[in-house]
């Protein structure tokens, strides 16, 4: 072979899918008539979510791994339907893709445009969670675990306050250096015959975190993070 071809060759392989059998199904949280959370400057949580979800599919792209949306148009109500999508396109992971918030006791009004919002300052940072009825819960561990490790990398930190011994919270909280909850009532990974996660990508209910939270850099974090973790579970699957 010429030496000059090596070159295309080389990108050639770098375009396609880097491992056979491996699809990830990025699930986009929330849907129109429910759009989630707003944030503290009254950004509908599905935006947040449709956003980082087409950031990572692009880093996905990048280094050459198959991936599907699930939930694209924000119309997917039944949640149970987002794995059943992801099974029926031969998904080997699924992850769901979310923004987070807090308890309503955390919170205080502000008024921002015209409009009074809530917000809170309280805490700060993801989380992420898997499904002890999942069953690849082991795969999930170790693609959540792998994710943390390297959003902690990039300087980033969980927050801790989903294992509160408060109303609504009190989740079993698996690796707090990771910020690794177990949550079984998720139908979204309960109900998934692939190994699942659902990331929360920060607390936009924090007025002061929100606008890193919409940054491209902020995105880009864990956009590699995810993509990292998802190349390693292909890996695995060979």
């Known amino acids: 072979m010429r030496l000059f071809l090596l070159p295309l060759l080389l990108l050639s392989l770098l375009a396609q899918p880097a491992l056979a059998g491996c699809l990830i199904a990025l699930d986009i949280g929330h849907y129109r008539d429910a759009p989630g959370e707003f944030s503290a400057h009254g950004v509908p949580e599905l935006t947040f979510n449709t956003q980082l979800a087409?950031?990572?599919?692009?880093?996905?792209?990048?280094?050459?791994?198959?991936?599907?949306?699930?939930?694209?148009?924000?119309?997917?109500?039944?949640?149970a339907e987002r794995p059943r999508r992801a099974a029926r396109r031969g998904a080997s992971l699924l992850l769901s893709l979310h923004h987070d918030s807090v308890q309503d006791i955390y919170k205080t009004?502000?008024?921002?445009?015209?409009?009074?919002?809530?917000?809170?300052?309280?805490?700060?940072?993801?989380?992420l969670f898997v499904s002890a009825a999942n069953p690849r819960r082991e795969e999930s561990e170790a693609v959540a675990r792998a994710i943390g490790d390297a959003l902690l990398a990039e300087g980033l930190r969980p927050s801790l306050h989903h294992a509160l011994p408060v109303e609504g919270e009190n989740r079993p909280l698996l690796d707090p250096a990771r910020g690794l909850y177990r949550y079984d009532g998720l139908a979204v990974l309960r109900q998934a015959t692939m190994p699942a996660v659902l990331v929360e990508a920060g607390i936009i209910v924090n007025r002061d975190d929100e606008p890193l939270i919409a940054s491209e850099p902020y995105r880009a974090a864990f956009a590699t993070?995810?993509?990292?973790?998802?190349?390693?579970?292909?890996?695995?699957?060979?």
């Open 54 to 79: 087409r950031r990572v599919g692009w880093e996905l792209d990048r280094q050459g791994v198959a991936w599907t949306l699930i939930n694209a148009e924000g119309d997917i109500t039944e949640l």
């Open 109 to 127: 009004e502000w008024v921002w445009q015209g409009e009074t919002r809530a917000h809170s300052e309280v805490f700060s940072g993801f989380g």
């Open 225 to 238: 993070a995810i993509a990292a973790a998802a190349r390693a579970h292909c890996q695995r699957l060979n």
